[in-house]
């Protein structure tokens, strides 16, 4: 019998399996783990196809072994690495040694962790019961949950619904995984955040294969930990940029791969975030779309009006009050700004111009030659005077987290104020009376599981994101202004959005969903996705001729192939192409050379 096998391990895209013989009195199907000499030594495989042959003449290697004591992959498992390697235009081989550890003989008993007991607030817990049993009666769905903690709860309430499954909860980051691990060693969950030894590594994934039921915690490298019996996949935090592995290969994005495994394995999958991403509302259906709607109280000051007679053209009179009034009470002030996008904003230098938009009043990203409004999708030329004052000095002027702090203190002088960012110690970041943070406090420090005595969350410039120059720009500037407000929710504070379109923040306040299905309007009138796929081509070369050269080749062969691809040519190439031509396109690439990299769901 002939044994068609992916070597684990790292492939170029075009080699696909290798035949090795094996005798017929052992039991060798697809999916089976063995040993297999390769090149030099001897590798691990999996096994793709048996056929009948060998033995008459044509000299074959043998199987050297098999992982007998190793749960095959089932059928629908391999196609699911397969349709992933297919999906990130990698081979399986690639796709595999992603996932599968490498095995010893010395793996011991995994270990477990111990556990701090789970909390919410009483009036909290019959809604978020309620969306778990929700959950379990669909396919996929998004539930609104405002932070880690609440998402913690909803997938505990959901294991207790659903003892009998292997679930797999994804994070963005190691620090969300260990935080809800901490809280979930009742379930005595399997952890991976690919900061394990690789025998740690190797003992959690042996431990979840041999599991009927149970829970694996991990980062995105978690997703291609697949189950034959896979119940739910829940996607927390989904709508964050690190679920997809950008920087290097597999270039997989762990939401596609969940998808892939809905369809392969008949999991459960579950999107939850402070708010859903545009790409949720083209997916699912609006009843598929969950969670509490009770936030805290929320307030916009619409800095239009404020920065007039302000003491800080970052902190309005609203802002101004209610700071005061907190700090009255005892209570300790957050006040958000985000760096990011800072330095983008578009503004007279002389008289303070802000070149709103003149269909929606929106902002306006900077793309060099172009300005584009992302609310309503108007482009115009960059401007070359301010037409307030015809001044010519256009340039942005930002204001850093230090500036607005030292205000703070001009302001309040009884007040300790204190500057949060990456590189400074957190230490003591917990007596001050008032605290101007960065994300990296959001990512970092933030713990929704013991809130700090916070009354008020004030988000500083809520329309940065709105700067940036990508398609997301209103998705982000929703995530981002609900992220904070899930802060102000888990301190029972109040919330604050300083913005200057105070139309839009009060829009999404009060029909979030609207919102999001005008921005998904925009990008069906401009091309974008979930409408088109994009593919980002680049050639590794130092020599510019040769790179040149290479994708000049890859352009044509895809005009050829794909009559309705859409090519910008640059140092990289972006394609674009109806999703219902990915198959056309993705054959071209799986038989690319490794020279491409190629990147089928890029972050734009
Ligand atoms: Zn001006
Ligand atoms: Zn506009």
């Not at 192939?561 to 972006?574: F, H």
Request: charged share 25%; hydrophobic share 40%; glycine share 6%.
């Amino acid at each position: 019998m002939i044994a068609e096998v992916y070597p684990i391990m790292r492939m170029p895209r075009r080699f696909g399996i290798f035949d090795y013989e094996f005798p017929e009195e052992k039991t060798i199907l697809r999916g089976t783990f063995v040993r297999i000499p390769f090149r030099f030594g001897e590798t691990m495989g999996v096994v793709a196809r048996v056929k009948e042959g060998g033995g008459r003449g044509i000299k074959l290697k043998q199987i050297a072994s098999v992982f007998e004591e190793i749960l095959p992959f089932s059928d629908a498992e391999l196609s699911a690495i397969e349709d992933i390697a297919f999906d990130v235009a990698q081979s399986v081989s690639t796709i595999l040694y992603a996932s599968v550890p490498k095995l010893t003989k010395r793996e011991l008993k995994f270990a477990q962790n111990d556990s701090v007991p789970l909390t919410i607030p009483a009036r909290e817990a019959p809604s978020i019961t309620l969306a778990a049993s929700q959950v379990g009666q669909r396919a996929a769905s998004f539930v609104a949950m405002p932070d880690v903690r609440r998402s913690c709860v909803l997938l505990t309430a959901y294991l207790r619904e659903h003892p009998d499954e292997p679930v797999m909860a994804l994070l963005p980051n190691v620090r969300d995984a260990k935080l809800i691990a901490s809280r979930l060693g009742g379930f005595s969950p399997i952890v991976v955040t690919g900061e394990e030894t690789p025998l740690e590594r190797a003992r959690a994934w042996r431990a979840w294969r041999a599991c009927k039921t149970g829970l694996l915690i991990g980062t995105r490298t978690a997703a291609l930990w697949t189950h034959p019996a896979l119940g739910a996949i829940f996607l927390l935090r989904s709508g964050h940029p690190n679920h997809k592995q950008d920087e290097r290969n597999p270039r997989f994005d762990a939401r596609a791969v969940a998808e892939i495994l809905r369809i392969r394995l008949h999991a459960r999958v579950i999107y939850v975030d402070v708010a859903p991403r545009a790409d949720d509302l083209a997916t699912l259906d609006p009843i598929d779309l969950l969670g509490p709607r009770t936030r805290p109280p929320s307030a916009v000051a619409d800095m239009n009006v404020e920065r007039f007679g302000a003491p800080h053209p970052r902190i309005g009179q609203s802002a101004l009050l209610r700071i005061a009034e907190t700090l009255s009470t005892r209570r300790r002030v957050l006040c958000a700004y985000n760096l990011k996008g800072v330095s983008r904003r578009l503004q007279c230098a002389d008289c303070s111009y802000r070149f709103p938009c003149l269909s929606c009043g929106g902002v306006f990203a900077s793309y060099g030659q172009t300005i584009q409004c992302h609310r309503c999708g108007r482009i115009e030329p960059m401007p070359l005077s301010c037409p307030s004052c015809n001044g010519s000095r256009l340039a942005a002027r930002g204001y850093g987290n230090r500036a607005v702090a030292a205000a703070l203190q001009t302001l309040f002088p009884e007040a300790t104020v204190r500057c949060v960012e990456k590189g400074t110690d957190p230490a003591g970041s917990d007596q001050s009376d008032i605290l101007v943070v960065t994300r990296h406090y959001y990512e970092n420090i933030f713990d929704p599981f013991q809130p700090p005595n916070v009354g008020l969350v004030v988000d500083l410039d809520a329309d940065l994101p709105l700067y940036e120059p990508t398609m997301r720009a209103v998705e982000h500037a929703i995530l981002n202004m609900e992220e904070w407000r899930g802060v102000a929710n888990a301190c029972r504070a109040d919330f604050l959005v300083q913005t200057e379109v105070p139309d839009l923040f009060r829009s999404i306040f009060s029909e979030r969903d609207r919102v999001l299905s005008d921005d998904l309007t925009t990008r069906q009138a401009y091309g974008q996705p979930p409408f088109r796929r994009i593919c980002m081509i680049r050639f590794r070369s130092s020599e510019p001729h040769e790179r040149d050269h290479a994708l000049r080749a890859m352009s044509d062969r895809i005009r050829e192939g794909v009559p309705t691809a859409m090519i910008s040519d640059g140092e990289n190439l972006r394609v674009s192409i109806p999703p219902e031509d990915k198959n056309l396109l993705f054959e071209i690439f799986s038989n690319a050379d490794d020279g491409y990299i190629i990147d089928t769901r890029p972050l734009e």
